[in-house]
């Protein structure tokens, strides 16, 4: 995308706009380990985390718009991209809830996915396969005061204190 801001997260002042061709370049950066954010009107923000920069690094990184109502989670993912869809799912249930707008849907492939999920907006939370979630500790899946004909199907939940629990304030 094209005038795209892209900020390095953990250092103050790094950011660039992408040029026409949709790229982008951040020069004086030391070598190290960055969070990179991309955002722009209309789409949501997307980040790269745990990015190694040497000398020259090329990172790629998409943005998601903010129409899109189906959105993806594989945590087989390794590719270093996510930004939603199908060919670079998040790897994580709960970025995929952040990232879907009220009244989409969150699509996850099978897996075991060691997080607790928080949902406080109406959204349908699909299993593909049979994911498990297995939060460790604490809960499952929650479900905030926003979620009126939110649902969730298709997972199997483990390790849980409460394995859904409503918080309808």
């Known amino acids: 995308a094209i005038?795209?801001?892209?900020?390095i997260m953990n250092i103050t002042g790094k950011q660039t706009i992408t040029n026409d061709a949709g790229t982008f370049t951040i020069t004086e950066l030391p070598p190290g380990t960055y969070i990179i954010q991309a955002s722009g009107a209309g789409y949501y923000h997307a980040y790269r985390e745990n990015v190694l920069v040497h000398s020259i690094t090329e990172i790629g990184?998409?943005?998601?718009?903010?129409?899109?109502?189906?959105?993806y989670v594989d945590?087989?993912?390794t590719s270093w991209i996510e930004n939603g869809l199908p060919?670079?799912?998040y790897s994580t249930i709960q970025r995929g809830?952040?990232?879907?707008?009220?009244?989409g849907t969150v699509s996850v492939s099978a897996?075991?996915?060691?997080?607790?999920?928080f949902i406080n907006k109406q959204i349908a939370l699909i299993g593909v396969g049979t994911p498990t979630i297995d939060?460790?500790?604490?809960?499952?899946?929650t479900?905030?005061?926003?979620t009126d004909n939110a649902r969730i199907s298709g997972f199997m939940l483990t390790g849980a204190v409460n394995g859904i629990y409503c918080n309808q304030g």
């Open 75 to 77: 945590n087989t993912n």
């Open 143 to 146: 479900f905030g005061s926003e």
């Open 97 to 103: 809830v952040d990232t879907a707008i009220a009244v």
């Open 111 to 117: 897996g075991t996915y060691t997080e607790s999920v």
């Open 87 to 89: 060919n670079y799912p």
């Open 61 to 71: 990184i998409s943005i998601l718009s903010t129409q899109t109502t189906t959105i």
């Open 135 to 141: 939060p460790i500790l604490g809960d499952g899946v």
């Open 3 to 7: 005038g795209v801001l892209v900020k």
